[in-house]
């Protein structure tokens, strides 16, 4: 049904299952549905610094201003020369090594979230910077999980040694700890030795921006505000640490990659769209988005075909209320079930044939059919709690598949024998779900597509090389 409501070892949980019990629920109501669970395992993953597992109160306030002034839709337009440059240096490593798609797909999400926040230029063989986020990262997506872990239970759990025989979750506990105050700490120390040196990539980021407008300070300025650099780096370790959407669209671009292979008339019809809007002289850009209907329709379902966080953040009620007839005690932990048959994303209601990749279904006449239910309004959370980062999310998603799309044809994958082989979906389980395996074969289009991706990556790495 809709709702679902069960407890249990003293906790309560609300599974809303459609788009209309959530925005009822979690938007007309977001003054009281707009915490979160206080379990342990936000502090046993090193987690109590991201605020987008704060509590509802002033602090995540303050901790979510100083992110959004630099994250909302104009704010981000600054951001798309990177996002555009990551792209271009994304298709080269795609075309020198294309049995590395995922983590060159990686890099191209980790280059832009390090370039925007920090100034931070990643090295494109082997950088430390995105190893130490993919751990941590890893340890949220694992650590998460609503009901995976008994010490969300029994809280007293956490308290046992690490030595204790049988201990095996302690010592996870510590690594996962141990990652993200490296990630916190690591990128925010650089740039704040790069400010010192004037460096104008780093003056130009985000965090060089909070630094220089905060009441902190510049670095060698009198701190007497040291809750001010708490919440700068905080929302700098968060903005990388996923932005946490840069992970969300990484995810869904394996996804695309993966639907794209086993779906080749679907690239057949991107190819005619780029060639009619884009031409073969020059790559797509932000500005083509309006006329590429059909490139946007591939987001949506892929969006909508392979949800990354399937069961959202969950939220929590902060005081008891009546809903519909029921008693909703405060500290319920409310889950939207965005994933699962029957409910959102795969309600076929809605969708018809909802585990087939088909963007066609969000055009109508010519255009985006606005009728429609549209992924955007759910895949990025409700209420006070929606993604401040989706707009930097959904930009980067835009740009790399409409670049991929311009110059690469994407097919099955081949076997040894050079035989192509249908791969059935399957998509991990966790915080974060990603697909199992994502393999294809991708290749130039043609060898002026080839020559363009060389030339850009080129005009990128110089224009980088002189910042």
Known sequence: GEVMYFGGLGKSFLVLGSV?????????????????????????????????????????????RAFWNYMHRDACRAYQDIQRGAAHLCLDKILSDPANLRKHLKFNFSASALKAIYGIDIDEKEDVYEKVMHDTTAAVSQGLVPGKWLVEYLPVLRHVPTWFPGARSQRIWAKWQAY?????????DYALSAMASDRPSVQDSIVGRLLANSPVGP?????????????????????????????????????????????????????????AVVGAARMPDFDDESSL?????????????HNVTSVGVPHATTEDQQWRGWFIPSGTVVIANQWYAE??????????????????????????DETLLSPFQVVFGFGRRICPGRYFGLNGLFITVASILHVFDITAPVDERGQPFKIEPTFTDGFLSYPEDSRCTVL?????????????AEAYRAARSQS
């Open 444 to 456: 130039p289009r043609s060898p002026e597509h080839e020559k363009m991706i060389r030339s850009h």
């Open 343 to 368: 409910a959102c994303m795969h309600d076929a209601s809605i969708y018809p044939d909802p585990f087939a990749f088909r963007p066609g279904r969000f055009i109508r006449n010519g255009r985006i």
């Open 293 to 305: 209907v059909y490139i946007k329709a591939i987001v949506m379902e892929a969006l909508r075909w």
């Open 20 to 64: 209309e019990v959530m925005s009822e629920f979690l938007e007309k109501r977001s003054g009281t549905t707009s915490s979160r669970s206080a379990t342990p395992l936000i502090e046993l993953t090193g987690s109590d610094f991201n605020f987008g597992f704060m509590p509802y109160g002033q602090r995540w306030r303050a901790h979510r």
């Open 180 to 188: 993200s105050l490296l990630a916190r700490n690591l990128p925010y």
């Open 219 to 275: 670095p060698g300025a009198d701190v007497g505000a040291a809750q001010g650099d708490d919440i700068i780096k905080n929302v700098a370790a968060v903005g990388y640490e996923a932005l946490i959407t840069a992970w969300q669209v990484y995810s869904t671009l394996l996804g695309t990659m993966l639907a794209l292979s086993l779906n080749h008339e679907v690239v057949v019809k991107a190819h005619a769209e780029l060639d």
